[in-house]
């Protein structure tokens, strides 16, 4: 029998994966629609047509639904066979004022600043330069102090960003049961809460910038009287006197010479059996699909920083006089890297 040809069917599905690849920014336009217009929180109630959430969002009902067909076809929101949209488990993430709601976290990431500067890919690839300080005239965190509301996006963003996988994290780990954490650049204090909650004998210090520590979320009965917030810059000094250290998301924003000076500020801090928890995503070996290939390019146009391997990590460890003890997976992107004195 003669062999079936499959070269053109080949052909139009490389063809088809490239085009969508390609489009995806509208993907993340749409996903930006629908939050703008708090789309999910008129669902919650139930079901509706898209002339009804036109009416009470004041858009074009059918260009809403379209808008919200393409979602359903992603998973987020759902159309039934009458034309009404209802609300999926990834949409109802998208709600204001629920618990775990990603709102703030998609505000903030498909904000202009961000979209603006992905757009610079091109350019930051040519000259080894984030294409942010480009655009904005300064670097990223330096901007994010000059600018109040740029840095409450970012601040919200990340607490939403980092919710669901601070439980992971402190579900994950096998905390002591008494001693002292320090989060180091620990935002609002969303993971410290999580761990001083389920380790009463544990107690907190949350250490970050003035103004994003000032904004904290540890003043709850649950945790009371257990915790204190320093601020402070963690490239000159951290706290003292902890007995494990916490880096969530702090080393992928910092290339290796600004990783190395929050890598040595900590050593500095650790007494003898003092412990460092180094929590990013760890990029895998292989081509399959991975979260923290997409963030490494982010922080690629962000920060001229980047997501590791565990090999880049383990240098970078070494080189703060620090030495890799084991590796806690952890069912987020996030892996939990320990580590102690070298």
Not at 20 to 34: K, P, Q, V, W, Y
Not at 198 to 206: D, E, F, P, S, Y
Not at 242 to 252: A, C, F, M, N, S
């Amino acid at each position: 029998m003669p062999r079936e040809d499959t070269t053109a069917t080949t052909t139009a599905a490389d063809a088809a994966l490239l085009v969508d690849l390609a489009l995806g920014h509208l993907a993340s336009a749409a996903l930006r629609t629908a939050v703008d217009h708090r789309i999910a929180d008129h669902l919650a109630d139930g079901p509706l047509h898209p002339e009804e959430l036109a009416r009470r969002t004041g858009t074009s009902g059918t260009h809403l639904g379209r808008v919200l067909r393409f979602l359903a076809s992603r998973g987020v929101f759902r159309e039934d066979h009458g034309g009404a949209f209802h609300l999926t488990p990834a949409a109802a993430q998208l709600r204001t004022g629920v618990p775990g709601s990603q709102h703030p976290g998609i505000v903030m990431i498909t904000d202009d600043m961000y979209r603006r500067t992905s757009g610079g890919l091109t350019e930051t690839v040519r000259t080894g330069e984030p294409s942010f300080p480009r655009f904005y005239g300064a670097p990223y965190f330096a901007y994010l102090e000059s600018d109040d509301a740029a840095r409450e996006v970012f601040d919200a963003g990340m607490a939403a960003f980092s919710a669901p996988a601070d439980v992971l994290v402190a579900e994950a780990f096998d905390f002591p049961g008494t001693g002292t954490v320090v989060d180091v650049g620990g935002g609002r204090g969303g993971l410290l809460r999580e761990i001083l909650e389920r380790h009463t004998g544990l107690h907190g210090v949350l250490f970050d910038r003035g103004a994003t520590a000032g904004d904290h979320i540890l003043d709850v009965p649950s945790v009371a009287g257990r915790w204190r917030v320093e601020a402070g810059d963690f490239f000159a000094a951290v706290p003292t006197g902890g007995d494990l250290y916490v880096l969530k998301q702090i080393l992928h924003d910092w290339d290796d010479a600004d990783g190395l000076r929050i890598l040595r500020s900590c050593r500095s801090a650790m007494g003898p059996g003092s412990r460092l928890l180094v929590i990013d995503p760890l990029i895998p070996p292989g081509n399959d699909p991975h979260p923290g290939k997409a963030l490494d390019l982010a922080m690629m146009t962000l920060f001229d920083s980047a997501e590791r391997t565990i090999d880049e990590l383990d240098t970078l460890l070494s080189r703060a006089g620090l030495r890799r003890t084991r590796i806690v997976a952890t069912p987020s992107p996030t892996s939990i890297v320990e580590a102690v004195a070298a």
